[in-house]
């Protein structure tokens, strides 16, 4: 690679929905991303010994439990800041503290292995879907 094009290739790459008001919002990826979270916090617990490939697997799914989490946060975050309306909001007046508690789950999550506390982020994660959809009604 020359140093022309290494200076013009791009450092960052940026993710993101985009701002376009298309209407195409749906919270079934924050769900299968608190699936996994609870799937990952199930295989950690379920590991025995102290092998490489057992430290390997625990270094595996303790990585996928962390990024499926931030994905739930993403997930979350994008559809309660771009989707939902002030109507949105009278029909459901405690929609902002729900998604603070779901975000902070999925913050816990992302710092422990607890079987519960997954749990409970797939709950909240299902309860904001169920918002979200019956909204669309």
């Not at 697997?57 to 989490?69: G, L, M, P, T």
């Not at 309306?85 to 929609?95: M, N, Q, V």
Request: a neutral charge.
């Amino acid at each position: 690679m020359s140093r022309l094009t290494r200076f013009l290739a791009p450092t960052t790459v940026a993710r993101a929905h985009c701002d376009v008001p298309c209407g195409i919002y749906d919270p079934h990826e924050a769900e299968i991303a608190a699936q996994t979270v609870a799937k990952m916090v199930e295989l950690i617990n379920g590991l025995d010994g102290n092998d490489t490939a057992t430290r390997n697997k625990f270094s595996r799914c303790v990585r996928v439990k962390e990024d499926h989490a931030e994905k739930v946060k993403h997930e979350v975050q994008v559809i309660w800041s771009d989707y939902f309306k002030p109507e949105h909001l009278t029909a459901h007046p405690d929609l902002h503290d729900k998604v603070w508690k779901l975000l902070k789950l999925a913050g816990k999550n992302k710092q422990n292995v607890d079987a519960e506390a997954a749990a409970q982020l797939q709950a909240a994660v299902k309860e904001f879907s169920e918002i979200f959809w019956s909204t669309k009604k």
